[in-house]
């Protein structure tokens, strides 16, 4: 039926429900008025940059008055940024599988009650790069975890759930095709190694701790290039896992900054 689906019963239930870390609830505002036509989602990291992408995508369209600046919906909370521009939504997720998790619980909640249909989601942020060129654009057809399994774990009520992560390789497909018509940057498709930390779980050498050798960090890297792997952050397999149970069209790119 192309509608954003949510996999708890309990929802039926709630006479109310509330989407706290958005401030946005069922009985509060009217959700479907609100975001019932919205077609694309597009998340990061940071809220500055997310407004900065709604901004852009209002002259895009041709929405922006002169002088006009985007609003945050999610203004009543300091947790996420959430801005619109037409039928795309524009919406920061903080740093991490937690913070993006949560966020998405509640994002996901937000299009069903909306009634929204035929969603894609992107997620667009900065990643370090493996083995390609410095401002390379990585389009994910599969992210992993620091194992380089296509696996996302996640422990409930004491015992682990493991669950899917693979991408739309279609909408993969369609964005290396659209890359072709801006030369400025390298455009790859390949997996995307998600980790729980950005120190030690990334084997970087400068942290408060550093329990290895630059040889074998050096060694761990390339097995993960020689799985596939061509990019390093920490929200993917959390990103993939979500959207694909809930029927979201989900594709991740990323930045290659250094």
């Not at 708890?8 to 401030?23: C, I, S, T």
């Amino acid at each position: 039926s192309g509608l954003v689906l949510v996999k708890n019963p309990h929802l039926d239930l709630m006479e109310e429900d509330v989407l706290y870390h958005l401030d946005l609830g069922t009985k509060t505002h009217n959700l479907p008025a609100m975001f019932g036509d919205i077609k694309f989602v597009c998340v990061g990291g940071s809220p500055n940059r997310m407004r900065a992408f709604a901004q852009f995508m209002q002259r895009e369209l041709g929405l922006a008055a002169a002088g006009e600046d985007v609003a945050d919906i999610c203004a009543g909370s300091d947790r996420y940024a959430m801005y619109r521009a037409g039928p795309v939504l524009s919406i920061s997720h903080g740093m991490g599988i937690p913070s993006i998790s949560i966020m998405l619980h509640e994002l996901i909640k937000l299009l069903h009650h909306a009634k929204c249909r035929d969603v894609t989601i992107i997620r667009i942020g900065t990643s370090g790069g493996l083995g390609i060129e410095a401002g390379s654009v990585v389009i994910t057809d599969t992210a992993v975890d620091s194992s380089f399994q296509p696996r996302f774990e996640q422990v409930v009520l004491g015992d682990v759930v493991v669950r899917s992560t693979e991408l739309d390789k279609d909408l993969a497909e369609e964005l290396l095709a659209c890359s072709r018509d801006i030369p400025d940057f390298p455009t790859l498709i390949g997996h995307t190694m998600c980790t729980y930390d950005f120190y030690e779980g990334q084997g970087r050498l400068d942290g408060a701790l550093c329990s290895f050798s630059s040889e074998k960090k050096l060694e761990y890297l390339r097995r993960a290039y020689d799985a596939g792997v061509r990019n390093i952050e920490m929200e993917s397999t959390a990103f993939a896992a979500l959207c694909g149970l809930c029927g979201l069209k989900g594709e991740s790119r990323h930045f290659h900054l250094l």
